[in-house]
Every structure is written in structure tokens, then in C-alpha cells.
């Protein structure tokens, strides 16, 4: 049985936590051109494409906490890399490394920091053999650009197509294998030292070897991994049963305001992971209709 077939992955999430929330809300919505599709004051959950999403949260009220190592990357993978990198240099944003692109390779890229600290790769996959399986699917995949009413400085045109959420390991092959046969998701691209996993049409989780990537592993990591999904129980019993993954509480937890239901757990070197069904709310209307419900 393949869980995600089976129980399903509607869109995938990233949990961000910060120090001062507005002012990350401010580069994510005006210098980004993220659209926020739910706020609940003490977490904003931005639309990144058109199945991935970023969470940005206070990090006094979230699982962690702003001081903890910021062991991940997001990959914003965008066809307009040239377009981006003119327009950040403008903006004075804050290199991590730079834009060098060189033919024949399989991708291209640079990385940015946010306010506080994490890394965003703006990353294009060009004609390659390594991602032979990638692209058809990114092929499939609109352009999610700034809504036209929105506050922003992004360039008209300018958006992104999917995400990668690179996470750091010490043992990949047990890595990969928790979430190609735990989770069900379908390995696309293997780099040799990094892989991409398909998570939902637009949202990939990248396993990297801690050795070789930009971020080396650490015990404690500033983020959530989130899987939304309209079968909660299908999933909460499937990792119950099989205890195949550390789960966090017994039963699955409501919201005390009626937004979602979640139950969280932690892959096998400690990634929080976390499974959400969003309610019919007056908060979540643009996040339900951003995932057509």
C-alpha cells in the first residue's frame, strides 16, 4: 500500500518561527510578493505556489523557538532566475551565495537570507539527464505570481512554481527510505548526495547529506515540516499502527478556535512532522478556496 495514495496529501506547508513576525510578513508579502491566505495573529500562512505554503510564526507561542539552529533551506523554484536575481540585487537583500550559472549543469541558483536568518534558494532545474523524471512535472505547474491588488514591489510576471524543502541528515538511506515507504512519496530526483521527493504537485521535501550541504545537522531544528490532508484519521491510524514514525500525542489535536485539526510526530532524526485538516472558518476562506475546497 502507498500511504499517500491511500490517505492522500493535499498541499505541503514549512514552519517558519520569528522573532519579529510583521517585519518577516513584511519582506515575505512586499519584497517576495507572497500572498497571505490565512492569519491568525500569531502565525500567517503564506501561498508560496499552487500546493506549497509557508507558515511564518511568532516564536513565542510555536513547537520552537527562534534561537534553535535554522537546519533547513526552502528552494523557490521559478523559471525567472534571471528576472529575480536583477530585481533582489536592487533590493539589497542579504547574499549567501551568489548567482554563477554554468551550461550543461542540472540546475542554477542562488541563496538569500530572510530577516532573521533562513535561507531561501531561488533554484531553476534546466534539460538534464538527473532530472529527467523532475521536469515533466514541474512542467505541469503554473506560475504563482503576486495578486494583482497586492502591496508589493515584485516585478509584474514574477512568481514561482513549486518548492523544495531541503532538511540535513546524517543517515540518507534511512531517510529515504522513511519517506519513500512510510510516507509514500516518490522519489524524483537523486543528486548523488541530495534528493528530491515529491510531497504534493508543487511541494518536494529534499533529504541532503549533512557532510555536503549547506547546513550541517543539529539535534534541535527552527521548523515543521506540514502535510495538509483531508483524511487526518487515515494517516494518524497508518502511522499509530505501523509505528513507523514517534508521535507527539496520543489522539489528534483540535484547535480550540475550530480552524483545523492536527496531529504532529518526528521523522527518524528528529524533524518535527505535521499533519493538518483545515475547517470551514472565517479565517481560513482564501486558504480553502486557494485549495479549491
Given at each position: ?97 551568489g548567482f554563477d550559472p554554468v551550461p550543461g549543469r542540472p540546475h542554477d541558483g542562488f541563496v538569500v537570507l530572510d530577516p532573521e536568518g533562513y535561507y531561501l534558494e531561488f533554484e531553476r ?169
Amino acid at each position: 500500500m502507498d500511504p499517500t495514495q491511500e490517505y492522500g496529501i493535499t498541499a505541503s506547508n514549512a514552519f517558519f518561527y520569528y522573532r519579529d513576525l510583521e517585519g518577516v510578513t513584511d519582506f515575505y508579502t512586499r519584497t517576495l510578493g507572497l500572498r497571505v491566505v490565512a492569519d491568525y495573529g500569531f502565525a500567517k500562512i503564506l501561498q508560496v505556489a499552487s500546493t506549497s505554503f509557508l507558515t511564518l510564526v511568532d516564536g513565542t507561542s510555536g513547537m520552537h523557538s527562534p534561537d534553535e539552529p535554522k537546519s533547513v533551506a526552502l528552494a523557490l523554484v521559478t523559471d525567472q532566475l534571471d528576472g529575480w536575481y536583477a530585481y533582489l540585487q536592487e533590493q539589497g537583500v542579504t547574499f549567501r551565495y551568489g548567482f554563477d550559472p554554468v551550461p550543461g549543469r542540472p540546475h542554477d541558483g542562488f541563496v538569500v537570507l530572510d530577516p532573521e536568518g533562513y535561507y531561501l534558494e531561488f533554484e531553476r532545474f534546466n534539460e538534464h539527464p538527473e532530472n529527467e523524471r523532475f521536469l515533466p512535472l514541474l512542467a505541469l505547474l503554473p506560475t504563482l505570481t503576486a495578486a494583482p491588488d497586492q502591496d508589493t514591489s515584485v516585478p509584474p510576471g514574477l512568481g514561482f512554481k513549486a518548492t523544495i524543502l531541503w532538511l540535513y541528515y546524517r543517515d540518507t538511506d534511512a531517510i529515504r527510505g522513511f519517506y519513500a515507504r512510510t510516507l509514500g512519496l516518490a522519489e524524483v530526483v537523486d543528486q548523488g548526495w541530495a534528493w528530491i521527493h515529491a510531497a504534493s504537485p508543487s511541494g518536494f521535501l529534499g533529504p541532503v547529506d549533512e557532510t555536503r550541504g549547506m547546513h550541517d545537522w543539529t539535534e534541535q531544528k527552527a521548523v515543521t515540516v506540514s502535510f495538509l490532508t483531508d483524511n487526518l484519521e487515515g494517516w494518524f491510524e497508518h502511522l499509530r499502527r505501523t509505528g513507523a514514525m514517534e508521535l507527539r500525542h496520543e489522539a489528534i489535536q483540535p484547535d480550540e478556535e475550530g480552524r483545523f485539526r492536527a496531529f504532529v510526530g518526528y521523522d527518524p532524526e528528529g524533524y518535527y512532522l505535521e499533519f493538518d485538516t483545515f475547517l470551514p472558518h472565517p479565517l481560513n476562506g482564501r486558504l480553502l478556496r486557494a485549495l479549491e475546497r
